[in-house]
């Protein structure tokens, strides 16, 4: 990427970007994926047909679903939604039939004062944590939340749990 005028983000690694006059390129590297945007469809076809004859790359075309995010087009922006990855963390803790329910953590909350017996699973409590970490990608209103419930990760209780479900 660097040989072909391409400088490396510090802020992210994998993404490069490259401008030059009045194109850019932007590219995010992902093991073996590449993300390809820019403002000009002929530079990245151009791009394209180039990486194809180096790296033996096979074109996807439109970008519709990575590292379990699903984008959407719309006629002027990206939309970003984690809604199957959201379903498959209901499902896996089992609440799939389970109604919606639009409780915020208080602000005043008491679980670092959990007294009750520990959460038998830690595994699964972790796996949980971590995923609904990756799910505030999307949806940043958790963060809040998550981030209290991420501080019991070493032994996490039942009331823990509960409040994680």
Known sequence: MLTCGFKQSHA?????????DDIRLHVLVC???LIILGNNHVAIKKFKTYLSRCLHM???RKLKYFLGVEVAWGP???FLCQRKYALDIISET?????????????QNHRLALASGPFFSDL??????????????????VLCYRIHILSQFMYK????????AL
Not at 12 to 20: A, Q, T
Not at 126 to 140: E, K, S, V
Not at 156 to 163: F, I, K, L, S, T
Request: hydrophobic content about 35%; glycine content about 6%; proline content about 7%.
């Open 76 to 78: 002027e922006r990206i």
């Open 123 to 140: 595994e699964q409590y972790r796996r949980l944590i971590g995923r609904l970490i990756y799910l505030c990608f999307t949806r940043p």
């Open 94 to 106: 089992g609440l799939l039939g389970a109604k919606p329910a639009n409780i915020p953590m208080e």
């Open 156 to 163: 996490p209780r039942v009331e823990h749990w509960d409040a």
């Open 12 to 20: 992210d690694y994998s993404l490069f970007s490259l401008h030059h």
């Open 58 to 60: 096979k074109d996807l």
């Open 31 to 33: 093991v073996d994926d």
